[in-house]
Nanobody, 124 residues
Framework: QVQLVESGGGLVQAGGSLRLSCAASGRIFSSYAMGWFRQAPGKEREFVAAINWSGGITYYADSVLGRFTISRDNAKKTVLLQMNSLKPEDTAVYYC?????????????????WGQGTQVTVSS
């Protein structure tokens, strides 16, 4: 019922910025908590950031705290991830995820919908 499509990934030098966008289709979105995860080759998918239904509560992984910002626009059915001061270790495929609850989650298993992923590569 809910489809998620990420965009905005690409190549950037260390210290640069990217903004990822996740567009949702379907009739249900505003009541969902949303999150971003990432996965590097040979690594487990890891939590990056999450936002509750209203956008008033956000959580970040320690590795991105202070550099990344998650936001949402329920009218546009969109969630964004602004990434600043990028580091080579941020290189990964980034996934948008949705959860059928207003409360945020930090685990892969807590999310019900996933996008196809968008590649972010940070060079030194």
């Amino acid at each position: 019922q809910v489809q998620l499509v990420e965009s905005g990934g690409g190549l950037v030098q260390a210290g640069g910025s990217l903004r990822l966008s996740c567009a949702a289709s379907g009739r249900i979105f505003s009541s969902y908590a949303m999150g971003w995860f990432r996965q590097a080759p040979g690594k487990e998918r890891e939590f990056v950031a999450a936002i509750n239904w209203s956008g008033g509560i956000t959580y970040y992984a320690d590795s991105v705290l202070g550099r990344f910002t998650i936001s949402r626009d329920n009218a546009k059915k969109t969630v964004l991830l602004q990434m600043n001061s990028l580091k080579p270790e941020d290189t990964a495929v980034y996934y948008c995820a949705g959860r059928r609850t207003a409360a945020t989650g930090r685990e892969v298993g807590e999310y019900d919908y996933w996008g196809q992923g968008t590649q972010v590569t940070v060079s030194s």
